[in-house]
């Protein structure tokens, strides 16, 4: 678990990070999200014990960053926004050299090294060269080695950055495995769809300060107090808009072919009496459930129109 | 090996270094360039001394002479080429942007500092090695002993070591390899001009002071700035082994060396290297050595402390600041 209280970083006068606030639980992936030089990476670099906060704390597993740092680095793996190479290393030496940084024993790092190699698909190149690698299988790597000590915690700075799509679906499909371990993780991106899918919570930073976090979900209803839903008839739509209308929580009705889209702005209790309404009166519905939310619009409605690549 | 000697960055850094042929190829030119000299150097001083019927001398014998020139070539070559193996250090790691990535692992930054110093200077080390049988060659010729090679080596290390500290820390304050090998050259360079001169300066004034003086000897005074310049005991070692301590003396090798006027002390220590527990019954170059390592040793402290990226004591300073 990552709990981060009133996390302030200055230079000089400029704020960096300013009164940060958050908790990610064990075993959730978290998506920190914000436009270039939000603050992303200074939030990151904290965490990674790798920076002196100004005020504020950081607790990973309920130890402090600064504190104690060495039992948090034992804790946790730590991925950059960019790539470090050694020429004349090969890609086992590399994990095997990570491995002996955190002063795990020679057969414990092999073994390690071994199963990480071929989570991240890298098994057939372990007497390869790291320079030689293509940037995915780079990317990979780091993965594996930031994972090389077991942490229970991973924080991962733009892991998808410069990748092609193939390399991006393969280091997400990684990133579901690793879930599934138990592992929390925390995922920094400027684009805002590339976490939404495969994260449980995301938080949007912007000039340094948190400006909203929770479940995509509930973060869309939280701006706009509404909830989209998405429906699919077989046919009779005309009756089916007709009898949508009459409800008082519905805000809007969009129709695409036998879709509809409606804007409506009740709770979630409220949601299943609308459903029943329409079972009742024996619609042919094939789908009935709540769109995954416009995150474009999300953005931009929370950052207050600064540019963001999405 | 056993654990608290095993040094990740030490070992890993050793592995690339030894691949490939840069390495080799480095030693085969250093090793070139020495055995040429001391050939030339052979055929000149053989025209000299046999070519016209001289008789020989021990003190003033080809093996003093190849032993001298190749003891100060050697030390030349140390000196130019120890910064460039640790100036880029750390500040390398910065580049490759790997530093952080050591920084967040359990490995202190003592130990990163330190393995990545020994790595380098290996490089120093076994260029110092390599050299034994070239200077074994002065053995043929008589007028040094092995021990006397034993001790001139030994002052190389610590030479390559103190040197190697002040690359070590510009690479840790400078973010560019480039400038930290720059300014560690210039650091080097000025350091070793301007304690020859301060040095000589003081060691001018002592001898018309005291000259003036009536009573007053002329030994036993070593200006404190020699102590930071290597070839302070170079020039001990070399005039203690070539038989002129007593009457040339350090003063004497070191004006030489500089190229100053002929001082006249002598050193104080013309008997063994250490008689006795007290500093001044220390041989010079012994003082030297010492003075250089507490030297290089606060300058490694000093790096460790820089790269560590989180410090506890400095984050309860800063919060009572901003509590007041």
């Known amino acids: ?310 | 090996m056993k654990k608290w000697l095993y040094n990740p960055v030490m070992v890993s850094e050793l592995k690339i270094k030894m691949r490939g042929w840069r390495t080799a190829a480095a030693v085969t030119v250093y090793l070139g360039i020495m055995l040429l000299i001391s050939y030339l150097f052979f055929n000149l001083t053989f025209d000299n001394t046999y070519g016209y019927g001289n008789t020989f001398d021990v003190n003033n014998s080809i093996g003093l002479q190849i032993y001298t020139t190749l003891a100060i070539l050697q030390f030349a070559l140390i000196v130019l080429i120890t910064p460039a193996q640790t100036a880029g250090s750390i500040s390398g790691e910065r580049e490759k942007q790997t530093l952080d990535l050591l920084l967040c692992t359990k490995m202190s930054p003592t130990g990163i500092v330190m393995g990545k110093l020994i790595s380098s200077m290996s490089f120093i080390f076994l260029l110092i090695i390599s050299s034994i049988p070239i200077f074994s060659l002065a053995l043929l010729f008589g007028g040094v002993t092995p021990g006397d090679i034993v001790v001139l080596f030994a002052f190389y290390m610590i030479t390559a070591f103190a040197i190697g500290s002040i690359g070590m820390f510009c690479s840790v304050l400078f973010k560019k390899t480039v400038t930290s090998t720059v300014i560690s050259y210039l650091t080097i360079f000025v350091l070793g001009i301007l304690t020859a001169i301060i040095g000589a300066t003081m060691l001018q004034s002592y001898y018309y002071n005291s000259s003036s003086v009536s009573g007053m000897t002329l030994d036993s005074y070593t200006p404190f700035v020699f102590y930071l310049n290597p070839v302070t005991g170079l020039a001990d070692i070399l005039a203690r082994q070539s038989g002129s301590g007593g009457n040339l003396g350090v003063a004497g090798v070191l004006s030489m060396m500089f190229g100053m006027g002929y001082y006249g002390t002598s050193n104080p220590n013309t008997g063994g290297m250490i008689n006795g527990w007290s500093w001044s019954q220390w041989s010079l170059w012994i003082r030297n050595a010492v003075i250089m390592l507490s030297a290089a040793g606060t300058l490694l402290t000093i790096s460790a402390w820089k790269i560590k990226p989180v410090r506890r004591g400095f984050r309860k300073k800063h919060l009572a600041n901003i509590s007041k």
Not at chain 1, 154 to 181: F, H, Q, T, Y
Not at chain 1, 242 to 254: A, C, F, H
Request: negative net charge; hydrophobic residues 40%.
């Open chain 1, 1 to 310: 678990m990552l709990v981060i209280k009133d996390l302030v970083k200055r230079y000089g006068k400029f704020t960096a990070v300013d009164q940060v606030n958050l908790k990610i639980e064990s075993g959730s992936i978290f998506g920190f999200v914000g436009p270039n030089g939000a603050g992303k990476t200074t939030t990151i670099k904290i965490i990674a014990t790798l920076m002196q906060p100004t005020s504020g704390t950081v607790e990973v597993e309920g130890m402090d960053v600064v504190r104690e740092p060495l039992k948090v680095r034992e804790r946790i793996g730590y991925m950059p926004d960019f790539f470090g190479v050694y020429d004349n290393l090969k890609v086992h030496e590399y994990m095997d050299f990570y491995g002996s940084s955190y002063g795990m024993p020679y057969k414990e790092r092999q073994k390690a090294a071994g199963e990480l190699l071929e989570l991240v698909d890298l098994g057939h190149k372990k007497d390869s060269y790291v320079d030689t690698l293509s940037r995915g299988m780079k990317q990979r790597l780091c993965l594996a080695r930031s994972l090389i000590h077991n942490p229970e915690l991973l924080v991962l700075d733009e892991p998808a950055s410069g990748l092609d799509p193939r390399a991006r679906i393969e280091i997400k499909g990684i990133l579901k495995e690793l879930k599934g371990m138990n592992k929390t993780i925390l995922i920094s991106s400027h684009i805002l769809s590339e976490l939404a899918e495969m994260c449980d919570t995301i938080g949007i930073i912007e000039n340094g300060k948190m400006v909203i976090d929770g479940s995509v979900e509930d973060i869309m209803r939280r701006i706009s107090g509404r909830t989209i839903i998405r429906l699919k008839f077989m046919d009779r739509l005309e009756e089916a808009i007709n009898l949508l209308k009459e409800q008082p929580l519905v805000e809007e009705i969009i129709q695409e072919g036998n879709s509809l889209e409606v804007t409506y702005s009740g709770e979630d209790q409220d949601l299943w009496k609308l459903l029943r309404i329409l079972v009742n009166q024996e619609l042919p519905i094939l789908s009935f459930g709540k769109a995954d939310g416009n995150l474009e619009q999300i953005f931009m409605e929370v950052t207050k129109g600064e540019e963001m690549a999405l």
